[in-house]
């Protein structure tokens, strides 16, 4: 994977049994295919007994392939899907700590009524905000707001659905 041109970002949802060491197999497959996870988000589903992990990647789709068919070969992946940005809705989340003295505060709240941000905090001399969306709304907040000073950032890994009214579940729903 050394020709960067062909190389895009994936997102890859997986339906994998909720049992102990699961996280642990599904990512060193993807380490020891030499990619390296841009993001991470794992969390039970609508059945406690199933996690869906959701792991953004850059590779080239011969490779996101071969991927795919080594997850299906661990034995708790029940299902494995490839997102495209048009064909699903992803978001993240993100808290972020800005400088912010009584002149800015004013600014930035301008910029989170804008980019539909929320004010979880202010004190004299900061304020946390907190943003959902796509990583392009994610990326440009974050960039205005770097003009007033990020002095702390938490963010959590991409999150996917399939448009419409298909849905990826595992075997144990269908």
């Given at each position: 994977m050394t020709d960067t041109a062909a190389l895009r970002h994936y997102t890859v949802g997986v339906l994998?049994?909720?049992?102990p060491g699961v996280l642990s197999r599904v990512s060193g497959l993807f380490s020891r295919r030499g990619f390296n996870i841009e993001s991470l988000a794992v969390g039970?589903?609508?059945d406690r007994t199933i996690s869906r992990i959701t792991l953004v990647v850059n590779g080239d789709e011969a490779h996101i392939e071969q991927l795919v068919q080594q997850l299906y070969k661990l034995i708790s992946v029940q299902k494995v899907q490839?997102?495209?940005r048009e064909t699903a809705v992803e978001r993240q989340l993100v808290?972020?700590?800005v400088a912010a003295d009584a002149q800015q505060r004013e600014g930035i709240m301008r910029l989170a009524d804008v980019f539909r941000a929320k004010v979880?905090?202010?004190s004299r001399s900061t304020m946390i905000?907190?943003?959902t969306g796509d990583a392009d709304k994610v990326t440009a907040l974050l960039e205005l707001l770097s003009d007033y000073g990020i002095l702390e950032m938490v963010q959590t890994g991409a999150v996917a659905l399939e448009r419409g009214e298909?849905?990826?579940s595992s075997d144990l729903f269908d």
């Open positions: 994998v049994a909720n049992e039970p589903t609508q490839v997102f495209s808290m972020v700590k979880l905090d202010v905000l907190q943003i298909t849905f990826m």
